[in-house]
C-alpha cells in the first residue's frame, strides 16, 4: 500500500490531522491507559515525536553519503524518555511538538529525488529502500493509531 513517495507522505500528512483531533479529547481520555498495563494516549503520541526527529536528523542526512549511519539510539530508553516527557506535558505540548516535527519530516521527504526511494541502502545487516524502510514507520504509526481507536476512541476522534 505505502510503495509510493507521495502515499507516503500523504500518510504523514493526514497523521497530523489525526494528532490535531485528539485536541478534542478529554483530559481524562488523554491520559487513560489504552489498556490495563498499556500506555495512555498522551503517551503514544509523545513516543512517536523523537522517533521523526531521529529519522530527520540521523537518517536521512547519512543513508546516501560514504559517512556510516549514526548508532541508533537505545529503543527502550528512547521510549521511556518519551513516555515520562508526555507525561509532564499538556496535551497542547505534545501534540504541537508532534505536529512541528512530523512537518519537518514531511518536508524533508519532499527534498528526496524520486530515484533515491528505490535506491538500497543497509542498516545493519539489512539491505532496504527508503520504501520499505517508511513503510515499516508508517505500519508503527497505523498499529498505535489503530489502538487508540480501538479503546472507544474512534467516539472522539477523526480517522486516518
Known amino acids: 500500500m505505502y510503495h509510493d513517495k507521495h502515499q507516503i507522505i500523504s500518510h504523514y500528512e493526514k497523521s497530523i490531522v489525526f494528532v490535531e483531533s485528539l485536541a478534542n479529547i478529554t483530559e481524562e481520555q488523554w491520559r487513560t491507559p489504552l489498556e490495563p498495563g498499556k500506555w495512555t494516549v498522551a503517551e503514544v503520541i509523545g513516543h512517536l515525536t523523537?522517533?521523526?526527529?531521529?529519522?530527520?536528523?540521523?537518517?536521512?542526512p547519512f543513508l546516501f553519503t560514504e559517512e556510516g549511519l549514526p548508532k541508533g539510539p537505545d529503543v527502550e530508553e528512547m521510549n521511556a524518555n518519551a513516555a515520562m516527557n508526555s507525561r509532564t506535558q499538556s496535551k497542547?505540548?505534545?501534540?504541537?511538538?508532534?505536529?512541528?516535527?512530523?512537518?519537518?519530516?514531511?518536508?524533508?521527504?519532499?527534498?528526496?529525488?524520486?530515484?533515491?526511494?528505490?535506491?538500497?541502502?543497509?542498516?545493519?545487516?539489512?539491505?532496504l529502500?527508503?520504501?520499505?524502510?517508511?513503510?515499516?514507520?508508517?505500519?508503527?504509526?497505523?498499529?498505535?493509531?489503530?489502538?487508540?481507536?480501538?479503546?472507544?476512541?474512534?467516539?472522539?476522534?477523526s480517522s486516518i
Open 50 to 60: 523523537p522517533w521523526d526527529e531521529f529519522v530527520v536528523y540521523q537518517r536521512l
Open 92 to 127: 497542547e505540548e505534545t501534540v504541537a511538538d508532534f505536529i512541528n516535527q512530523r512537518q519537518r519530516l514531511i518536508d524533508a521527504l519532499y527534498q528526496i529525488v524520486d530515484e533515491q526511494w528505490r535506491q538500497p541502502f543497509t542498516i545493519g545487516a539489512s539491505e
Open 129 to 157: 529502500t527508503l520504501y520499505g524502510y517508511f513503510a515499516s514507520l508508517v505500519d508503527h504509526d497505523l498499529h498505535h493509531f489503530s489502538q487508540i481507536h480501538n479503546m472507544g476512541a474512534s467516539k472522539w476522534i
